[in-house]
């Protein structure tokens, strides 16, 4: 499926979820089913100093509460920015959640200056995210900003 038509269906269910968590429910869903290369989905959510995981798909992960501190996540959520690791085991920062896992994105949830939380996606392909998964996952990320406290 395309990016756009992802994108399309990630906005229907933005706008027909009941609440919050039942959207991220959805969006975690659409993004894994319909995107063959992302293999565990997950979003995490900014708590005080950590980040905690809601909604996901894909194997359980250990990383269920990630302080700023550390992390591709943290590092994400600290820069303000997206963040996207070609090989995970060549970076000194990264939590490995899966032995499989090979390339990473992890994009913050904005609203203004301030970070809500974060889209992360795990591949276990090598180098699996280009410029088009990020401006996808910017996009998803906006949404995802306007529905939630
Ligand atoms: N790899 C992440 C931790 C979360 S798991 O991938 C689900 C990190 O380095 O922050």
Not at 3 to 32: C, F, P, Q, Y
């Amino acid at each position: 499926m395309s990016h756009s038509d992802v994108l399309k269906a990630v906005e229907g269910a933005v706008t027909s979820s009941g609440d919050a968590r039942a959207m991220m429910d959805a969006v975690v869903e659409i993004l894994k089913t319909r995107v063959p290369q992302y293999t565990w989905v997950g979003i995490y959510l900014l708590e005080g100093d950590e980040l905690v995981l809601g909604p996901y798909r894909g194997k359980p992960s250990p990383h269920t509460r990630i302080p700023l501190g550390r992390g591709i996540c943290g590092a994400a959520a600290t820069e303000k920015a997206t963040i996207i690791v070609d090989d995970v085991n060549a970076d000194p920062r990264y939590l490995a959640c899966s032995i499989e896992t090979k390339s990473e994105i992890v994009v913050p949830i904005m609203r203004g200056n301030d970070v809500l939380g974060e889209i992360d996606i795990d591949s276990d392909r090598e180098a699996a995210f280009t410029g088009a998964d990020r401006e996808l996952l910017e996009r998803v990320a906006a949404m995802i900003a306007t529905t939630i406290d």
